[in-house]
C-alpha cells in the first residue's frame, strides 16, 4: 500500500505571495491532518479534515486554510506568505474519526524569501 | 496545560547502550500517547504507542513506561545502534468518541548513536 504523498516536495516563493500544498493519504484513510515544523517551535498542529469537514484547527492565523475533496486528498493553503511561514509542512493521514495513529508523509519544504 | 515537555535534548550513546528518552504533560484527558522517529528528510513515523491503561509495552528493542499518576513516560532503546541515529518525538493527544482533539508533540530529542 503506498504511503502518504506530498506534492511538491520543495517549494521558494516571495514574501506576500500565496502557496498550494497537496497531500494524498494512504488508499483508504478518510482523516488527513496538517503540521508545522520548525526548528524553534517543532511540530505544531495546524488542522485535520475527515470527510471533507475541518474538524479541528491549531493556533494558526486565518492565511493558513485547507480543504478536503471528496476522495480525502487534501491541501492547504497559505496566503500572503511572510519570512515566518518558511518551515517543513508534514501532512498525517488516518483511518478513520476515531483511529489514534497517524501516518506522515515526507513533508513540503517551504523557503520564504 | 496542554503542553508536553521532553528530555534530554540531545542524547549520545554507544552501541549497544540503552537509550532513554522522557515526556511528562499536565492534562489529564490525554488518553494516548505515542512515540515518533523522524530521520533527516523524512517525515516521523509513528514508532510505538501505549494508552494510560497500561504501565509497560515492548516492541522488539523499544520500550515506553508510562506513570500515570506522575504524569510521565519514557522511551527506552535496548541495544542502541547507529540506525537509530534520528531525532524522536512523543506525543499526546484525546480521543473522544465524537471528536478529534490536535496532536500535542513534545520539541523532540537528538539520538545519536556512536560506534
Known amino acids: 500500500k503506498a504511503g502518504v504523498t506530498q506534492t511538491p516536495r520543495y517549494l521558494i516563493k516571495t514574501r506576500g505571495q500565496q502557496v498550494t500544498l497537496s497531500c494524498s493519504p494512504i488508499?483508504?484513510?478518510?482523516?488527513v491532518s496538517w503540521y508545522q515544523q520548525t526548528p524553534g517551535q517543532g511540530l505544531q498542529f495546524l488542522f485535520e479534515y475527515f470527510s471533507e469537514t475541518q474538524r479541528n484547527k491549531g493556533n494558526f492565523p486565518g492565511r493558513f486554510s485547507g480543504r478536503q475533496f471528496s476522495n480525502s486528498r487534501s491541501e492547504m493553503n497559505v496566503s500572503t506568505l511572510e519570512l515566518g511561514d518558511s518551515a517543513l509542512y508534514l501532512c498525517?493521514?488516518?483511518?478513520?474519526?476515531?483511529?489514534?495513529?497517524?501516518?506522515f508523509g515526507p513533508g513540503t519544504r517551504l523557503t520564504v524569501t | 496545560q496542554q503542553q508536553v515537555k521532553q528530555s534530554p535534548q540531545s542524547l549520545i550513546v554507544q552501541k549497544g547502550g540503552i537509550s532513554i528518552i522522557n515526556c511528562a504533560y499536565e492534562?489529564?484527558?490525554?488518553?494516548?500517547f505515542p512515540w515518533y522517529q523522524q530521520f533527516p528528510g523524512k517525515g516521523p513515523a509513528l514508532l510505538i504507542a501505549i494508552r494510560p491503561d497500561v504501565s509497560e509495552k515492548k516492541e522488539g528493542r523499544f520500550t515506553i513506561s508510562f506513570n500515570k499518576s506522575a504524569k510521565q513516560f519514557s522511551l527506552h532503546i535496548m541495544d542502541s545502534q547507529p540506525g537509530d541515529s534520528a531525532t524522536y518525538f512523543c506525543a499526546a493527544t484525546t480521543m473522544l468518541k465524537t471528536s478529534y482533539d490536535k496532536v500535542i508533540f513534545g520539541p523532540g530529542t537528538s539520538l545519536s548513536v556512536i560506534p
Open positions: 492534562n489529564t484527558a490525554f488518553d494516548y
Open positions: 488508499s483508504g484513510h478518510r482523516s
Open positions: 498525517a493521514s488516518s483511518l478513520d474519526s476515531i483511529s489514534y495513529e497517524q501516518y
